[in-house]
């Protein structure tokens, strides 16, 4: 069983950066893609960054131009660059791998934007 092991986050002023990782704990079988979900408080899980194996980006709306997601293939772990952080964005941020089979998801991490 794969496990994914989040870090990163934390609080961070407006205007701020954060770069969150994900870490799998094994090879991953049948990948088709890496991505980060969110869930704000009363709101629903939404997708925000997903990276395919072949390195196809997808973006919501809210964040394009101001995160980046980015792989490592050779360490099984993907990363999120959050720019210009705003309270908006303050939410549990989940790993999760999309593949042929049970799909894989972190534990989740707290991102708080807040001054």
């Known amino acids: 069983q794969v496990q994914l092991v989040e870090s990163g986050g934390g609080l961070v002023q407006p205007g701020g950066s954060l770069r969150l990782s994900c870490a799998a704990s094994?090879?991953?079988?049948?990948?088709?893609?890496m991505g980060w979900y969110r869930q704000a408080p009363g709101k629903q899980r939404e997708l925000v960054a997903r990276?395919?194996?072949?390195?196809?980006?997808y973006y919501v709306d809210s964040v394009k131009g101001r995160f980046t997601i980015s792989s490592d293939s050779a360490k099984n772990t993907v990363y999120l660059q959050m720019n210009s952080l705003s309270p908006e964005d303050t939410a549990v941020y989940y790993c999760?791998?999309?593949?042929?089979?049970?799909?894989?998801w972190g534990q989740g991490i707290q991102v708080t934007v807040s001054s």
């Open positions: 094994g090879s991953i079988l049948k990948l088709i893609a």
């Open positions: 999760n791998v999309d593949r042929i089979g049970p799909n894989y």
């Open positions: 990276i395919t194996r072949g390195g196809s980006t």
